[in-house]
C-alpha cells in the first residue's frame, strides 16, 4: 500500500522561513555538509538573508530528522521516496527556492542540487556555483559565476553590495 500525503508548506515552515524573500538560495549535497556550513556562515556574518537547507530546522524536525545528526545523509538517502518526511522536505525547500532572488550551487553536489540549479535557471534566477566542477559540461553555462573559493564569493557579495 502506497500512502499518498499532501502537505502544504504553511504546514511546515516557521515563523524564520515562512513568506519570506531571500536573497540567496544555497544548495548543495548534504555529504558536504562542513562546507555549506561554513559558506552560510558568510552569508549570516554580512546579514545577507538566505535559505539553506541544512538551516530549516523547523522542516527537518517536523520530518523526524535532526540536523546535527552525524548520519543526515545515510539517513536520508536511505529512506524511501514515497515517504511522506521526503515530501515535507521537498515542499519546505522548493518554496524556499521559489522565493529568493539568486541560486548558489555549493560544488561537489550532487543531482538533486542540479536540478535545484535547473529550476533556478528556469525561474530566472540569477545562478551562481563556489568550488571546482568536476568535468567541463556546456550547461554550467547557467551560471554567472563560478566562484573558486569562499575568499572570492565574499568578496563578491561585499563589492555587490548584498549585504
Known amino acids: 500500500m502506497i500512502l499518498k500525503v499532501t502537505i502544504k508548506y504553511s504546514q511546515i515552515g516557521d515563523e524564520r522561513t515562512m513568506n519570506k524573500n531571500y536573497q540567496f538560495y544555497i544548495a548543495g549535497r548534504a555529504r558536504n555538509k562542513e562546507r555549506i556550513l561554513k559558506i552560510c556562515n558568510i552569508f549570516e556574518e554580512l546579514n545577507i538573508l538566505h535559505y539553506c537547507f541544512l538551516k530549516n530546522e523547523a522542516s527537518h524536525e517536523k520530518a523526524g530528522l535532526n540536523l546535527n545528526d552525524a548520519d543526515l545523509a545515510e539517513t536520508f538517502e536511505s529512506m524511501k521516496l514515497d515517504d511522506p518526511r521526503i515530501r ?16 548558489l550551487l555549493v560544488l561537489p553536489a550532487g543531482k538533486s542540487a542540479h536540478i535545484e540549479a535547473g529550476i533556478a535557471y528556469g525561474l530566472g534566477k540569477k545562478c551562481y556555483a563556489i568550488g571546482e566542477h568536476d568535468v567541463t559540461d556546456s550547461l554550467y553555462l547557467i551560471f554567472d559565476k563560478i566562484f573558486k573559493d569562499e575568499n572570492e564569493l565574499r568578496a563578491f557579495l561585499i563589492n555587490n553590495k548584498m549585504k
Open 88 to 103: 515535507l522536505l521537498f515542499e519546505a525547500d522548493l518554496e524556499g527556492e521559489k522565493h529568493s532572488d539568486n541560486f
